[in-house]
């Protein structure tokens, strides 16, 4: 095994805002990991609010380099296995090694990942697309910018159902909420009712991520399904988040990539509960690994590309939503790497 990596600062087309705040440029890290002349490439962008900027990824490689090259690979779970052990405290530099490891075995089998998986892609969950906080005429204007057949609004302010009515007159598409935690229990029990009357779908991460008890009052008053997002960062989540919450919003960057989410989505399946995988802002490279996961899901919030100025690799492709793959094995992706900084 071979390890190279690349430092990316991507560039929003709009200032990205959310309840935790705004960002111009998406920080990431691109890996290559090469076995016997086979190429696998994977990602993990930097979020500030979980403490792993891009320079500790790459601390973390530079310190551990020869053990993430020596493994001996036969397949992908393995691997994923050997480096949480290795590197316990970065989910997310294991996020991307773990997408490049299977991005190999896809390579070395001949087939993309959701057909090795025996994924049928025919009823894939629509894309939505992304309306960052801003003001309410702002994010009308995003909205008639990008028409589309689900948005995802993020809210968190004193006005949330201004925002929320003002879309809805500019529209028909779906709308589903995400409040990333921005809300009280009181404040939801109040605001969801008229988000329903809105046709809202759902709301996504209504309460701060550890109350369990402002959750079970509200999973069971709430008019509208609930999803947890920063409530359901890692496997053992996803128990936690049972008769809490009526699905979960899987990160593959926080959970530690494709091999820990699969069996997220199997647990979630087998609570009965809904599955969205969600995307951190990738580039394509990273975004391709979710977009094999939707045979599998419900609902997917997969934009990140569309969100940015910059992209990093070709491979995936957006249809009013519906996403299309390319004809090549593994990920399906070709890394251009045009923008290096």
Same mark, same amino acid.
């Given at each position: 095994m071979?390890?190279?990596?690349w430092?990316?600062?991507?560039?929003?087309k709009h200032?990205?805002?959310?309840?935790?705040?705004?960002?111009?440029?998406?920080?990431?890290?691109i890996v290559?990991?090469?076995?016997?002349?086979?190429?696998?490439?994977?990602e993990?962008?930097?979020?500030?609010?979980y403490?792993?900027?891009?320079?500790?990824?790459?601390?973390?490689i !530079?310190?551990?380099?020869?053990?993430?090259?020596k493994?001996?690979?036969?397949?992908?779970?393995r691997?994923?296995?050997?480096?949480?052990?290795?590197?316990?405290n970065?989910?997310?530099?294991v996020c991307?090694?773990d997408?490049?490891?299977?991005?190999i075995?896809?390579?070395?089998?001949?087939?993309?990942?959701?057909?090795?998986w025996?994924?049928?892609?025919?009823?894939?969950?629509?894309?939505?697309?992304?309306?960052?906080?801003?003001?309410?005429?702002?994010?009308?204007?995003?909205?008639?910018?990008?028409p589309w057949?689900?948005y995802?609004?993020?809210?968190?302010?004193?006005?949330?159902?201004?925002?929320?009515?003002?879309?809805?007159?500019?529209?028909e598409a779906?709308l589903?909420?995400?409040?990333?935690?921005?809300?009280?229990?009181?404040?939801?029990?109040?605001?969801i009712p008229?988000?329903?009357?809105?046709?809202?779908?759902?709301?996504?991460?209504?309460?701060a991520?550890d109350?369990?008890?402002?959750?079970?009052?509200?999973y069971?008053?709430?008019?509208?399904?609930?999803?947890?997002? !920063?409530?359901?960062?890692?496997?053992?989540?996803?128990?936690?988040?049972?008769n809490?919450f009526?699905g979960?919003?899987?990160?593959?960057?926080k959970?530690?990539?494709?091999t820990?989410?699969?069996?997220?989505?199997?647990?979630?399946k087998k609570?009965?509960?809904?599955?969205?995988?969600?995307?951190?802002n990738?580039s394509?490279?990273?975004?391709a690994?979710?977009a094999h996961?939707?045979?599998?899901?419900?609902?997917?919030?997969?934009?990140?590309p569309?969100?940015?100025?910059e992209?990093l690799?070709t491979?995936?492709?957006y249809?009013?939503g519906k996403i299309?793959?390319?004809?090549?094995?593994?990920?399906?992706?070709?890394?251009?790497g045009?923008?290096?900084?």
């Amino acid at each position: 095994m071979k390890l190279k990596y690349w430092q990316h600062n991507l560039k929003f087309k709009h200032p990205f805002t959310i309840s935790k705040g705004t960002k111009t440029h998406q920080p990431t890290l691109i890996v290559e990991l090469e076995h016997f002349g086979i190429k696998g490439y994977g990602e993990a962008p930097a979020i500030a609010y979980y403490q792993i900027p891009v320079e500790k990824m790459i601390e973390d490689i !530079e310190q551990k380099k020869t053990f993430i090259e020596k493994f001996a690979f036969t397949d992908p779970e393995r691997y994923w296995h050997y480096l949480h052990h290795l590197l316990p405290n970065n989910n997310f530099l294991v996020c991307a090694l773990d997408i490049a490891a299977w991005d190999i075995y896809g390579k070395m089998k001949g087939k993309k990942l959701y057909d090795l998986w025996k994924g049928n892609v025919s009823n894939n969950p629509i894309c939505d697309y992304t309306i960052g906080i801003d003001t309410v005429e702002k994010m009308v204007e995003k909205m008639k910018e990008k028409p589309w057949p689900i948005y995802k609004i993020k809210v968190g302010t004193a006005d949330d159902i201004a925002i929320v009515k003002a879309l809805r007159e500019n529209t028909e598409a779906v709308l589903r909420v995400d409040a990333n935690a921005a809300w009280d229990v009181e404040t939801a029990i109040k605001l969801i009712p008229q988000l329903d009357a809105l046709g809202v779908e759902f709301v996504e991460q209504p309460l701060a991520k550890d109350d369990w008890d402002g959750m079970k009052i509200l999973y069971e008053k709430s008019t509208l399904p609930l999803y947890a997002d !920063e409530s359901c960062v890692l496997e053992s989540d996803v128990e936690k988040c049972f008769n809490h919450f009526h699905g979960i919003n899987i990160k593959l960057t926080k959970c530690s990539g494709i091999t820990p989410a699969r069996r997220m989505i199997d647990k979630a399946k087998k609570l009965e509960m809904k599955v969205m995988v969600g995307c951190m802002n990738e580039s394509t490279v990273g975004t391709a690994a979710i977009a094999h996961l939707l045979p599998f899901i419900d609902h997917v919030d997969m934009d990140g590309p569309l969100l940015l100025e910059e992209d990093l690799a070709t491979g995936i492709n957006y249809d009013y939503g519906k996403i299309g793959y390319s004809d090549a094995p593994g990920l399906g992706i070709n890394y251009t790497g045009i923008f290096k900084k």
